[in-house]
Nanobody, 115 residues
Framework: QVQLVESGGGLVQAGGSLRLSCAAS????????MGWYRQTPGEQRELVAT???????NYAYSVMGRFTISRDNAKNTVSLQMNSLKPEDTAVYYC?????????WGQGTQVTVAS
């Protein structure tokens, strides 16, 4: 069973930075597409960024140039470096993994950006 555990959320001032990390277990990590999604109350969960096993990345337009996703296959971790944070980035951020047709989600970590 895949387990994803996020860390690194918190409160930051607008313009600041945070780094989220997600540790994966119970899967062949290097074969998984990994990603980050976020959700605010009353809204659908939305894609933030993904990274394939080969290292190709994809970003939501709203975070391009500010966020960077990366993975460390030796440590089974995926990270999201978030710079130039804006109040509209406030959300619960979820780590995501996909292997073939099997999806898994972390429990989420709160990111709050104060104006």
């Amino acid at each position: 069973q895949v387990q994803l555990v996020e860390s690194g959320g918190g409160l930051v001032q607008a313009g600041g930075s945070l780094r989220l990390s997600c540790a994966a277990s119970g899967t062949i990590f290097r074969l998984n597409t990994m990603g980050w999604y976020r959700q605010t109350p009353g809204e659908q969960r939305e894609l933030v960024a993904t990274i394939t096993p080969g290292g190709s990345t994809n970003y939501a337009y709203s975070v391009m140039g500010r966020f960077t996703i990366s993975r460390d296959n030796a440590k089974n971790t995926v990270s999201l470096q978030m710079n130039s944070l804006k109040p509209e980035d406030t959300a619960v951020y979820y780590c995501y993994s996909r292997y073939v047709s099997s999806d898994a989600w972390g429990q989420g970590t709160q990111v709050t950006v104060a104006s």
